[in-house]
């Protein structure tokens, strides 16, 4: 009867670790762009749906705000809004590219 050498190779665990090997780099190629993906489209929903009430919110303070401050009627504050979301949109119309 022969005993195994200590040179000789352990080919079931080169077998293992070739397999694990390529399971985890297809894992890495696949797996993680996806869970990337779905990342990003929850924390964009998450904060769509935290942003834009908290815009509105912040506008309709604002108007109250400005109305309370100057002492005329509720249009004024209107016309000095949209002038101002006017002008800001122009500046960013003249910014676009082609």
């Known amino acids: 009867m022969s005993t195994p050498s200590d040179d000789t190779p352990d080919w079931p665990a080169q077998a293992t670790s070739t397999i694990v090997g390529l ?3 297809v894992k ?3 797996t993680r762009p996806a869970t ?3 990342r990003g489209l929850v924390y964009g929903i998450v904060i769509l749906a935290l942003g834009v009430p908290a815009v509105i919110m912040f506008l309709v303070g604002l108007v ?3 109305d309370q401050a100057i002492p005329n009627d509720v249009w004024i504050v209107y016309a000095i809004l949209g002038s101002i979301f006017t002008l800001a949109g122009m500046v960013l119309w003249r910014k676009r590219t082609a």
């Open 23 to 25: 399971v985890d780099n």
């Open 28 to 30: 890495y190629k696949t």
């Open 36 to 38: 990337m993906a779905t």
């Open 64 to 66: 109250h705000f400005l």
